[in-house]
């Protein structure tokens, strides 16, 4: 993995009006990386999420992508950067009323001046890459959870992203879907050069595609872990981020 940043979070304090979520979270997310964020439920990861992909302003603190402050910068340059993400929400979000290749088709009909031959092309090719090649003309409600979740990483990397959010990927689907979606998520990120940022719990998928991470923590609300998943797991000084990542049993 490279060590040149990509994202710089500083200082970050989330709220919900008065009600502190997290506070003087600061991390380095590297080029390349796969980076989970992690930690028990209700601690503000998703919230987290929001914040990186510009739904929600920090209460105080920054975050840059590369040179750029996020909530500094204007609105037209906001837009711009959001453009260079690909967001797999946890429902998948596909939309029902449309074909696999129209809903893949609609950021790229959206964002660029293609052809329709074009814009046809390119989500055939973005299905192929996931494993979905000839699925063009199925409706979503026509296939399986797995292959929904697959349909929708089709639609996030449509405009070739640099950096790619995933919330909880892996919820809902069974032991084998979830081990080809990490597979997925690691070829994407290598084919793309991209940034990967994933929110997770599930163990099995923090360990099979994490080399970087934060654990946020629900007392303390603010960050007591971060580096590589598997170091945590067997030398975090913090007990409980070894228990999280050991399933209890130390």
């Not at 879907?177 to 690691?186: H, K």
Request: aromatic share 8%; net charge negative; charged share 25%.
């Amino acid at each position: 993995m490279s060590s040149e940043a990509h994202i710089r979070v500083v200082d970050l304090t989330m709220a919900y009006g008065d009600f502190v979520i997290q506070r003087d979270l600061n991390f380095t997310i590297n080029r390349g990386d796969v980076f989970i964020i992690m930690g028990g439920s209700g601690c503000g990861k998703s919230t987290l999420l929001k914040h990186l992909i510009g739904l929600k302003s920090p209460k105080k603190g920054e975050i840059w992508f590369d040179e750029i402050n996020f909530w500094k910068a204007p609105p037209r340059e906001q837009e711009m950067l959001k453009r260079r993400f690909g967001v797999l929400f946890q429902s998948g979000a596909l939309w029902s009323s449309m074909t696999l290749e129209e809903n893949i088709a609609l950021p790229l009909s959206e964002y660029t001046d293609l052809s329709e031959r074009e814009v046809h092309e390119i989500a055939s090719l973005k299905l192929a890459l996931v494993g979905l090649a000839g699925f063009e003309q199925f409706y979503p409600s026509e296939i399986s959870g797995g292959m929904r979740k697959r349909a929708s990483l089709a639609r996030a990397i449509a405009l070739d992203p640099e950096v790619l959010f995933f919330d909880e990927p892996s919820a809902g689907l069974d032991p084998i879907s979830s081990r080809r979606l990490d597979e997925l998520i690691l070829e994407i990120r290598d084919s793309l050069g991209a940034t990967i940022v994933v929110v997770t719990h599930e163990l099995a998928s923090i360990f099979a595609i994490g080399n970087n991470s934060v654990f946020l923590d629900n007392e303390s609300r603010t960050i007591i872990a971060q580096g590589d998943p598997k170091m945590l797991r067997d030398k975090s000084e913090n007990l409980k981020v070894r228990a999280f990542l050991n399933r209890g049993k130390i």
